[in-house]
């Protein structure tokens, strides 16, 4: 619902999710990171930037959602690693959630994962990644309000398809690394995308809802038939009694 709220709040002034972050910032190049700095929040340690770099695909751009060390669990580390590129360390440490893509109208149309040297990040397993869904957060207006909200939003509502992905992420590199024995596969370029899945937000709201009505009619049936139970069972002990007077 905040996300159809922050689209809402943003078409009547004629906005959308990827101008109110490219706003200001000059001309659009691809790799440029946008907004200037990304935007990051020093309470969460959450952090995002959109950039476009993939020319004849479908989408204008997209986000990339990160979690930096200080804001994760402090029971989780990096994966062990033998290779020769240095990876961030101590409060550089930094996670790739998800990437969102965007289409030329604002709108999210898919989910993606990577591979490492795409984020130059830290390597956590899925199962890490996915704890630290619950941290991610962007609590401030810059550089636009409901943008923050909606990518908030964006990781709790598709929750179920990022870990998808993010475990999808874990068994592609442990195939090339199978496949392609002596190649580091965390910097192999021939993998950059590890998954890929579209997206609508709509119907998945739709989908939230129905699931959420499912659990609850099986929750009224299953207390209905536990009160039916209760009460025969009483019935039946109290003719017991009744009878052994």
């Known amino acids: 619902a905040q996300i159809i709220e922050c689209y809402r709040v943003l078409q009547k002034a004629g906005l959308n999710i990827v101008g109110e972050v490219l706003k200001g910032q000059g001309?659009?190049?691809?790799?440029?990171?946008?907004?200037?700095?990304?935007?990051?929040?020093?309470?969460?340690?959450?952090?995002?930037?959109?950039h476009a770099h993939r020319s004849g695909v479908q989408e204008h751009g997209h986000f990339h959602a990160f979690l930096r060390q200080p804001g994760m669990p402090s029971n989780l580390s990096p994966v062990p690693y033998h290779g020769s590129e240095p990876w961030p360390e101590g409060g550089n440490a930094l996670s790739h959630l998800v990437g969102i893509s965007m289409n030329a109208y604002g709108f999210p149309i898919g989910l993606f994962a990577t591979n490492r040297w795409v984020?130059?990040?830290?390597?956590?397993?899925?199962?890490?990644?996915?704890?630290?869904?619950?941290?991610?957060?962007?609590?401030?207006?810059?550089?636009?309000?409901?943008?923050?909200?909606?990518?908030?939003?964006?990781?709790?509502?598709?929750?179920?398809?990022?870990?998808?992905?993010?475990?999808?992420?874990?068994?592609?590199?442990?195939?090339?690394?199978?496949?392609?024995?002596?190649?580091?596969?965390?910097?192999?370029r021939e993998l950059e995308l590890t998954g890929f899945t579209s997206i609508n937000v709509e119907q998945q709201i739709k989908n939230?809802?129905?699931?959420?009505?499912?659990?609850?009619?099986?929750?009224?049936?299953?207390?209905?038939?536990?009160?039916?139970s209760f009460s025969?069972?009483?019935?039946?002990k109290s003719k017991e009694k009744l009878l052994a007077k």
Not at 159 to 186: C, F, H, K, T
Not at 232 to 236: K, T
């Open 27 to 50: 001309e659009f190049y691809e790799l440029e990171h946008y907004p200037k700095d990304d935007v990051f929040d020093g309470e969460t340690h959450s952090q995002y930037y959109y």
């Open 119 to 188: 984020t130059a990040e830290a390597w956590y397993k899925a199962e890490d990644v996915i704890t630290m869904l619950d941290h991610f957060k962007i609590d401030h207006a810059y550089p636009s309000w409901p943008v923050n909200l909606w990518i908030s939003s964006m990781l709790v509502l598709f929750r179920p398809q990022i870990e998808i992905l993010l475990r999808q992420r874990d068994q592609m590199v442990a195939n090339w690394e199978s496949r392609y024995p002596g190649v580091d596969a965390y910097e192999d």
């Open 208 to 228: 939230v809802v129905a699931a959420i009505e499912a659990c609850n009619k099986t929750s009224v049936i299953k207390t209905s038939h536990a009160i039916k």
């Open 232 to 236: 025969f069972e009483n019935i039946a």
